[in-house]
């Protein structure tokens, strides 16, 4: 009886080609779902640092001041030891050169005095705000974002300067000085901030490096 060839397989030459070819294929798109990948990141940063800086205006709205305040005086704003100078969000503190002087106001520790946070202002009133109701017009009525402030894609904290908030007419504040540029902003892919705490509103330059950040003041 006759009895047929069983198939063989793929050939040591054939099964070369085929890991060849998927090698350059890895090779190829690798960078390319890299680059997709982190543009994903930095238009996300750039989302978030844009809403949270919609919803420190929308406090501003609703209670006549801005979230600068670690206590509060009867519900309102507090004292001015009270003040605070940086809110802050989850996350690490990012990097910088920490002998910098420009840079010291962003890289303070949550713990530290003039320290707040971005929760506590925008989403729990964990300061205790007076709330608004129909008796009183101006009051805390967030939450101001819809979802949990977390870190940024790179797992740093978006860090918001709000002690410089001047509502004041003009460049200068009432003392004369040119007013301080006011951001959310995130240290972007590097994880090293670069952009000055006290930067005038004045400069054309606006942040620094890979740094992402939507400009309040």
Not at 29 to 42: C, E, K
Not at 76 to 102: I, K
Request: contains cysteine; glycine residues 12%; aromatic residues 6%.
């Amino acid at each position: 009886m006759h009895r047929g060839t069983a198939p063989s397989g793929f050939t040591l030459i054939e099964l070369t080609i085929v890991l060849a070819v998927i090698v350059t294929l890895a090779l190829v798109l690798t960078p390319s779902i890299a680059n997709i990948i982190q543009d994903s990141r930095v238009a996300r940063a750039n989302s978030d640092c844009k809403q949270i800086a919609n919803a420190v205006v929308q406090f501003y709205k609703d209670t006549g001041f801005f979230p600068q305040w670690a206590r509060t005086l009867d519900g309102g704003p507090g004292e001015a030891a009270d003040r605070l100078t940086l809110v802050v969000g989850p996350g690490n503190t990012p990097q910088g050169r920490l002998t910098d002087p420009a840079l010291q106001g962003w890289l303070v520790q949550p713990a530290e005095r003039g320290v707040g946070s971005l929760a506590d202002q925008l989403m729990s009133n964990g300061i205790g705000y007076l709330m608004r109701s129909p008796s009183v017009p101006l009051g805390w009525n967030g939450p101001y974002l819809s979802s949990p402030i977390g870190a940024d894609p790179w797992n740093n904290r978006y860090m918001a300067n709000v002690g410089l908030l001047d509502t004041s007419q003009g460049v200068q504040t009432a003392s004369g000085a040119v007013k301080s540029a006011v951001w959310v902003i995130s240290a972007g892919p590097d994880g090293v901030l670069q952009t000055p705490f006290n930067l005038p509103v004045t400069r054309v330059q606006t942040q620094l490096g890979d740094d992402i950040g939507f400009r309040i003041q």
